[in-house]
């Protein structure tokens, strides 16, 4: 299995010779759905759901299908028959060669006054756990957790404690749109080997956009 980063949020799984995308938003890379067997988005905020994009992916690949909390299926679905599935916590599917386990129900809290909206997380083959906007625990083992290290929603101390709690193997940064070069060697020392608390047995490394690493 490939998985390349494509910008902030979105990541590109590639297996078998079919390909899967979660969260290609505003945020990533423009090529970033282009070529997708199965599109899965976690929630409606715009760097998660690019709605040109997606379009524009499932009108070049007919075969092609998008997984989806209702919020987003609401606003594609008419468009693409048969072709856009709603999906919830506790759901389970098989699309184009890949399992993929939903889990989650709700955005992290940015602030008491906003209203939370819907977010579902996805473990692909039971192994890569993209958990959207939110610090779910999966509630079962995963080997590779991509993690969202900077939000208007999170801190650092919220971060090192779930990965500690889902205990991958590997953990790989996303939503990093946000930070500057600056920041990145920052978060780098406080999440690595040699941070405090640091994050135990587990390793962690960022991609950058367009990089990729073989699981």
């Known amino acids: 299995m490939k998985l390349t980063k494509k910008g902030h949020a979105c990541v590109r799984v590639e297996k078998d010779g079919r390909v899967l995308v979660i969260d290609p938003g505003g945020f990533s890379e423009p090529d970033a759905a282009a070529g997708a067997d199965v599109l899965l988005v976690t929630h409606e905020h715009a760097d998660h759901f690019d709605e040109g994009r997606l379009r524009a992916a499932l009108e070049a690949r007919p075969e092609a299908e998008l997984w989806t909390l209702r919020a987003v299926a609401d606003q594609i679905s008419a468009a693409f028959p048969g072709r856009v599935h709603t999906v919830g916590d506790g759901d389970a599917f098989t699309?184009?060669?890949?399992?993929?386990?939903?889990?989650?129900?709700?955005?992290?809290?940015?602030?008491?006054?906003?209203?939370?909206?819907?977010?579902?997380?996805?473990?692909?083959?039971?192994?890569?756990?993209?958990?959207?906007?939110?610090?779910?625990?999966?509630?079962?083992?995963?080997?590779?957790?991509?993690?969202?290290?900077?939000?208007?929603?999170?801190?650092?101390?919220?971060?090192?404690?779930?990965?500690?709690?889902v205990r991958p193997r590997r953990a790989y940064d996303i939503h990093d749109g946000l930070l500057s070069e600056v920041a990145h060697p920052v978060y780098q020392r406080m999440l690595g080997p040699q941070g405090r608390p640091g994050l135990g047995a587990t390793e962690h490394a960022r991609l950058t956009p367009g990089e990729s690493v073989t699981l």
């Open 95 to 165: 699309a184009a060669g890949f399992d993929i386990e939903v889990h989650g129900e709700l955005h992290a809290v940015i602030h008491p006054e906003i209203l939370r909206i819907t977010n579902v997380g996805y473990v692909v083959d039971g192994r890569v756990f993209h958990p959207g906007d939110a610090l779910t625990v999966p509630g079962r083992p995963v080997d590779t957790l991509l993690v969202p290290v900077q939000a208007p929603w999170n801190k650092l101390s919220e971060v090192v404690d779930y990965v500690r709690e």
